[in-house]
């Protein structure tokens, strides 16, 4: 097992362009969290999945962010006609349960939004 | 909602030196993380820490959650430049999402 996948790495994007961001979690865990960082923050809660359910989603997560998981493996993070302040780390993790042995990152999807 | 304060925000210490990184909560935590990340990178887990008065170790890095479970401390033991990073607290808050504080940056100077 590879841990956390995350691509791309690294986005460059124009302000008003859609983009997409894909994360493959470690295959036996059932859970699955993204998160955001701005520079010099720690990661704030986007949203979270069980399975393929979406539990949670953040008040952060405008209607130009949509998460998926289709059939509980990857997920993919969209958003929708970028805003510059929509420039960040965006993180993906993985756990098998709540709590206990905290989570597994990613490397994170780096978007700059010019 | 729940805060988690760090501090301090950076620390500059000469490599073979000690330091005291330390995480308090506005709220009673249910459990508390540690993590590190490396400068544009992933965080990497630590530890966790659920009961008041618990210390666990990692390899020269200690951590102890307080008696009253609203602060906890980091401290690593004859720092090396593998520890450089950002150290992150994060909040357990019994659900599945973790609040995070803002991050310790660390420099170890050789």
């Known amino acids: 097992d590879t841990g956390v996948s995350q691509n791309p790495r690294h986005k460059i994007t124009k302000r008003g362009q859609n983009v997409t961001f894909r994360c493959d979690p470690i295959s036996e865990h059932n859970r699955l969290y993204w998160y955001r960082q701005t520079l010099g923050q720690g990661p704030e809660f986007l949203t979270y999945?069980?399975?393929?359910?979406?539990?949670?989603k953040s008040r952060l997560l405008s209607d130009r962010f949509s998460a998926e998981r289709p059939k509980g493996s990857f997920s993919t993070l969209e958003i929708q006609r970028t805003e510059q302040g929509d420039s960040a780390m965006y993180l993906c993790?993985?756990?098998?349960?709540?709590?206990?042995?905290?989570?597994?990152f990613g490397s994170g999807t780096r978007l700059t939004v010019v | 909602s729940q805060e988690l304060e760090q501090s301090p925000q950076s620390l500059i210490v000469q490599e073979g030196k000690n330091l005291t990184i330390n995480c308090t909560s506005s709220?009673?935590?249910?459990?508390l993380y540690w993590y590190k990340q490396k400068y544009g990178e992933g965080l990497i887990f630590l530890m966790m820490l659920q009961k008041g008065g618990e210390e666990k170790s990692h390899e020269k890095i200690t951590a102890k959650l307080d008696e009253k479970k609203q602060q906890s401390s980091l401290h690593i033991t004859a720092s090396q430049p593998s520890h450089a990073g950002i150290y992150l607290c994060?909040?357990?808050?019994?659900?599945?999402?973790?609040?995070f504080g803002a991050g310790t940056r660390l420099f170890v100077k050789a």
């Open positions: 993790a993985s756990s098998l349960e709540a709590g206990g042995h905290g989570y597994t």
């Open positions: 999945f069980q399975n393929e359910a979406q539990l949670e």
């Open positions: 994060g909040a357990y808050t019994g659900g599945f999402k973790t609040i």
């Open positions: 709220k009673t935590l249910y459990g």
